[in-house]
């Protein structure tokens, strides 16, 4: 999600399977295994009136053809509303129902919708479409009294216990109640899900790995021991909002879709699924989802397509700025032990020339500049070299609203420029291309292109370059591809719709609230784009008010649903304005979920803070290199709570090639002090162990 803070200047086939094999005690989480196990499609279930009985995977799904609610009866007998009825006044009397070779199909008249619902991959699969402009409120969800935790994909991942009355309260006080989320725009994945009560996975236990790489940690299990939950997808996911609210002290949340033929979003649907009720199992779900639609990229090939994509393995990322963007600062990461490193640098004035860039590759660091095709500004009055574009670039391919204005650019200076407009123009003006020859003509072999993989996408107007939201994305993706060929891609704040072209990105690791923007337009507090050389911006420390350290950084709150759908696709970092010492108070947490998660810390470096920070960096990067490059190309196939407050984390990479414990803390659990990790590569005979604030300690001292 890209913030309305002005930026700097950088500013399958088909695997068919029985249920008893779901079921089975050891479900391994491979991308063709995970979530294809299921139902015979073939099996269309039974109608009795108005209710469609499906199977799916765990059990079986009923719905209700006269209101689209929706439950469950999982193979253990249980009980599960996964859906309450349509909201917002109703879907009116509903057509004859006709039964299909894998479900059936109906009409609601009164709103021009016809719906089909089937048994597919185990899930049930419910679409419906509009044959006039409208709107939809459903699924309506949360409202089984057993649902005991929601998980939302914002930034990373949230598990958040449904009474917790820090989230119920409303967005003033950093919580959900009242709040409404576009899902294509401000969610890293297009679900969430809901954990049920009643088992371990539910209250914190987990059915996960316990060391030694047992597989099915967030699973598709179908809820048939005791745990039990739900998995929503959404794939139409523009046009679709997450509203919550606070009902009797338990947050719900009710999708709404919007119809809109203009925007191409006539077509809606939701996939549901039965779960273990781990709280990574929604984002195992849509991995698997992924993988069977081809749509899952992977971070190995891309490495076997482009060598150069293997040097991100083990490296810290950092953008540079004065002394440390020449030949020398390279040298002295070098002389501190920095064996990788991802380093990047505004196109301003003074880039890293080609003497810096050489060093750089020589040392085995990627190097590369930041850019954005996203932004224009008039030449004569532009305050940034990426936003100067030749000929008449802008303002005429400047995305128009309806009434005919541009949509203000970055910080409302210029516009956002159209990715239509730049397809249409590049066979024969080669804007884009040649934009990029010059940035990369030091011998960078990396790219960072902001905003282009984000969720905000845009509808145009425009003549001659008009285009919907998807066909916004489908520019871009072609734009990316594109670069990916022969340079390391990175974005802010990868889509998973782009997570086949992109190599990293900065962001999705963040999940930053609202508050997070507002504070960074305080520029008072958070610093200015000044002075050029270490603007206060990324190199002032900043404390975050209770709240907002609360929502974004509280580990019991934290869940890592990103890197357990696309860990082994791509790279994920925070946001680049969230520097590692941006936010000393959240120093240790932040390295703890690094490690937990095996994601890159970012930095900023000028002269004076590398030498001043640089041997911490370089101990903490000593540490992370090995794991990350034992484990960066693996998936996420486990993750539970070891303790009952959530403390004591742990998750489980590939098939147990590396294992690793976080101990959020203060007091030790097991061996395994407060403050500290452990991680263990299937070849350790012992853990290794890094406890930050005593390598800040001892960097320092």
């Known amino acids: 999600m890209t913030s309305d803070v002005p930026k700097s200047p ?9 249920a008893t094999r779901v079921l089975a005690a050891s479900l391994a989480l491979t991308a063709t295994t995970f979530g294809v196990a299921g139902c015979d499609s073939a099996a269309a279930g039974t109608l009795e009136g108005s209710r469609l009985e499906l199977p799916v995977a765990g059990g079986t799904a009923v719905v209700d053809t006269a209101s689209l609610a929706v439950n469950a009866r999982t193979a253990g007998g249980r009980e ?59 699924p309506v969800t949360g409202t089984d009294r057993a649902a005991s935790a929601l998980q939302l994909p914002r930034g990373e991942g949230l598990d958040i216990p449904v009474r917790d009355a820090f989230w119920n309260g409303g967005e003033e006080k950093g919580g959900l109640d009242g709040s409404s989320v576009d899902v294509g725009e401000g969610f890293s994945l297009p679900l969430w899900g809901y954990s049920m009560g009643g088992g371990e996975s539910a209250s914190g236990g987990g059915q996960g790995a316990s060391g030694g790489g047992e597989r099915g940690s967030g699973g598709r299990r179908g809820a048939s021991g005791g745990g039990a939950g739900v998995s929503y997808l959404t794939p139409t996911d523009i046009g679709t909002s997450l509203r919550f609210a606070s009902t009797g002290g338990r947050l719900r949340a009710t999708a709404a879709h919007a119809f809109d033929a203009g925007e191409g979003t006539r ?26 639609r081809g749509q899952l990229g992977s971070l190995r090939r891309k490495i076997r397509q482009n060598p150069a994509n293997g040097k991100l393995l083990g490296a810290f990322h950092a953008y540079v700025w004065g002394d440390a963007r020449t030949a020398s600062g390279v040298s002295r990461l070098k002389q501190l032990g920095v064996d990788r490193m991802w380093l990047g640098y505004d196109a301003g004035p003074d880039p890293m020339n080609a003497a810096a860039v050489r060093a750089a590759k020589k040392a085995g660091y990627l190097v590369g500049p930041y850019d954005t095709f996203a932004n224009g500004q008039d030449p004569k009055k532009a305050d940034s070299p990426t936003s100067v574009w030749p000929g008449r670039v802008y303002p005429d391919f400047c995305i128009r609203k309806a009434d005919g204005t541009p949509e203000g650019g970055f910080g409302d200076r210029g516009c956002y420029l159209s990715s239509r407009a730049f397809e249409k123009a590049e066979p024969s003006k080669h804007y884009l291309a040649d934009r990029t020859r010059t940035m990369v003509a030091n011998g960078a072999d990396s790219y960072f292109l902001d905003v282009d993989a984000t969720g905000e996408v845009f509808r145009d107007y425009g003549k001659g370059h008009e285009m919907t939201k998807a066909e916004d994305r489908q520019a871009r993706l072609a734009r990316m591809r594109r670069l990916s060929e022969n340079l390391v891609l990175g974005s802010e704040s990868a889509q998973p719709w782009a997570n086949q072209v992109l190599a990293y990105d900065h962001g999705s690791g963040t999940p930053a609230a609202d508050g997070l923007w507002k504070l960074e337009k305080d520029r008072k507090t958070w610093g200015g784009y000044y002075p050029e050389k270490a603007p206060g911006a990324f190199f002032k420390p900043v404390r975050l008010p209770a709240a907002l350290a609360k929502a974004m950084y509280d580990p019991k709150y934290r869940a890592p649903l990103y890197e357990t759908a696309l860990h082994g696709s791509l790279v994920n970092a925070e946001r680049w304005e969230l520097s590692y010492e941006k936010l000393p108070a959240q120093k240790t947490t932040r390295a703890l979920l690094a490690m937990l998660y095996n994601t890159p810390l970012n930095y900023v470096l000028d002269g004076p803070t590398l030498e001043k920070n640089g041997p911490e960096l370089a101990k903490l990067q000593k540490y992370f290199s090995p794991l990350h490059r034992a484990a960066g190309t693996e998936q996420l196939t486990s993750f539970r709570w070891l303790t009952g407050d959530r403390g004591v984390q742990r998750t489980v990479f590939g098939d147990g090639a590396l294992t690793v414990t976080a101990n959020f803390g203060s007091r030790a659990h097991d061996g395994l002090p407060g403050g500290c990790v452990d991680a263990k590569l299937r070849t350790d005979k012992e853990p290794r162990r890094l406890c930050p604030a005593q390598v800040k300690a001892t960097a320092t001292g």
């Open 10 to 18: 950088r500013d399958t086939a088909r695997s068919r399977t029985t």
């Open 80 to 138: 599960l509303v996964l859906s309450g009825p349509a909201g917002g006044g109703g879907l009116g009397k509903p057509g004859p129902v006709t039964r299909t070779g894998d479900g059936a199909s109906w009409s609601y008249p009164a709103k021009g919708l016809k719906v089909t619902a089937s048994s597919e991959r185990g899930r049930l699969r419910i679409k419906l479409r509009a044959d006039r402009d409208g709107s939809v409120n459903w």
């Open 267 to 292: 077509d809606y649907e939701v996939s549901f699924a039965l779960t273990d009720g781990n709280p990574i199992a929604p984002a195992a779900d849509y991995r698997s989802y992924l993988a069977q």
